[in-house]
């Protein structure tokens, strides 16, 4: 059996945010040698860790992790909508095995996925329906979050149920780093944003539009230096990625998400994806990396890293 890894940044504003033609060039061409390496794995399952933006999850029953046995995407941001290819038996085995070693996530039949999910799939291989794929969502914009042991603790399951399978498994990561899009909060919304946050799953095309505008018009006002949000931080970010790396499995386990919000933004969370993949890679022992791309994107409203990774030490094949 075979683990391999690979964990990318996303920003809905790749396709058309402002970035020079050098960034955009060298982040394009990180996520081919990306596709490049999750084509020669030739993976039989993918399971991805992934967040979501109010799009699927909502506050009238937010969990902390789910796993979903069917998903579809909405087709945000100009994604490609429609169902993924979910393993629907092993996506509730995964579930079981999480909820017996103490993991309380939740099950969904019917999940509901954003570009958190898919844009990774559009970037690399060209559509998230092209490789069985069994979600996981992470609650990194809804507070209360989980905490980063969880999300370690999560990973660590994940990776343990993923090395009995005796299949080759990637797990993927999509999210952070660090970022602060203007996501409203509950605790201090207007009754009209606050009964979005609590269920709007189903916006008109207009309200989706209006919202998407938003955002754009908050990339160009970054870019140019005149919003009222937390810059990209290279600093932050490098540390995260050194540490990740070559820290133990344990390192962000005292990482409060209170700090990790105020020092890496709003978007900042979305790192518990990496931590569980890591931590779910680890299941098999030392992993090697290849960090293809960092750049600190202040027009995309995001720190852009696209990494790699392999099992140095692959277990033996098992069933559960």
Request: proline content about 7%; charged content about 20%.
């Amino acid at each position: 059996m075979t683990l391999a890894l690979a964990c990318a940044s996303h920003s809905p504003l790749m396709p058309d945010g402002p970035a020079d033609a050098a960034t955009r060039s060298a982040v394009a061409e990180s996520f081919q040698n990306l596709a490049a390496t999750i084509q020669d794995f030739a993976p039989d399952l993918v399971i991805e860790f992934g967040p979501d933006h109010f799009n699927g999850f909502f506050y009238d029953l937010m969990p902390a992790f789910c796993v979903g046995a069917a998903a579809e995407s909405i087709g945000d941001w100009n994604t490609k909508a429609g169902p993924l290819t979910v393993p629907e038996k092993t996506a509730v085995r995964l579930s079981q095995h999480l909820l017996d070693e103490g993991i309380d996530v939740a099950l969904s039949y019917r999940m509901r996925i954003d570009h958190g999910f898919v844009q990774f799939w559009e970037s690399t291989i060209g559509d998230a329906g092209n490789l069985p794929i069994i979600p996981i969502f992470v609650n990194c914009a809804a507070p209360p979050l989980p905490t980063m042991r969880r999300a370690r603790m999560l990973g660590e399951a994940v990776g343990r149920f993923a090395s009995g399978l005796g299949k080759r498994v990637l797990i993927v990561a999509s999210g952070g780093l660090s970022h602060d899009p203007p996501t409203p909060q509950i605790a201090t919304a207007s009754p009209d944003v606050r009964e979005r946050l609590i269920a709007n799953r189903n916006p008109s095309a207009q309200e989706r539009e209006d919202r998407e505008n938003r955002v754009r018009a908050m990339g160009v006002a970054v870019d140019m230096g005149q919003a009222e949000i937390l810059p990209v931080s290279r600093e932050w970010d490098e540390q995260f990625l050194e540490k990740l790396i070559h820290g133990s499995a344990d390192i962000f386990d005292g990482l409060t998400i209170d700090d990790l919000v105020r020092e890496a933004g709003r978007g900042g969370p979305e790192v518990m994806c990496w931590v569980a993949a890591m931590a779910a890679m680890r299941s098999e022992g030392p992993v090697e990396t290849t960090l293809h791309q960092y750049a600190d994107v202040q027009g995309w409203i995001a720190g852009m890293a696209i990494l790699s990774g392999k099992s140095k030490n692959p277990g033996m094949e098992s069933s559960l």
